[in-house]
């Protein structure tokens, strides 16, 4: 599968951004999907996860209450809708397709993810 995720920009502190991820293939349906972050110069980080079916999330702490994961099977798309920014949310997004259907203790892992898109940028101007 193909990940193309779109979306980032440069949005002032407390205001929100719509990150939408696109999939190709015929098995985007069977497979939880994650948003995660990188800044520069650290490690890639989960940002959120949501099962094959859309009724399972998991979120990191840092995000909880202010992003929602979503996703659309028909569509093939996946979607984070991220409100009340901070600088500290300034990053590269990256959407992955997990290995596995159901979320899990593994699901916050970076290496359960198999596939990758490009990453969008976003800026979170103080």
């Known amino acids: 599968v193909q990940l193309q995720a779109c979306g980032g920009g440069l949005v002032q502190a407390g205001g929100f951004l719509r990150l939408s991820c696109a999939a190709s293939?015929?098995?985007?349906?069977?497979?939880?999907m994650g948003w995660f972050r990188q800044a520069p110069g650290e490690e890639r980080l989960f940002v959120a996860a949501?099962?094959?079916?859309?009724?399972?999330?998991v979120y990191a702490d840092s995000v909880k209450g202010r992003f929602t994961i979503s996703r659309d099977n028909a569509k093939k798309t996946v979607d984070l809708q991220m409100t009340t920014l901070k600088s500290e949310d300034t990053a590269v997004y990256y959407c992955?397709?997990?290995?596995?259907?159901?979320?899990?203790?593994?699901?916050?892992?970076?290496?359960?993810?198999?596939?990758w898109g490009q990453g969008t940028q976003v800026t979170v101007s103080s």
């Open positions: 949501i099962s094959w079916s859309g009724g399972g999330t």
């Open positions: 992955a397709r997990s290995s596995t259907s159901a979320l899990d203790y593994d699901s916050k892992s970076a290496a359960l993810y198999l596939s």
């Open positions: 293939g015929r098995t985007f349906s069977n497979y939880a």
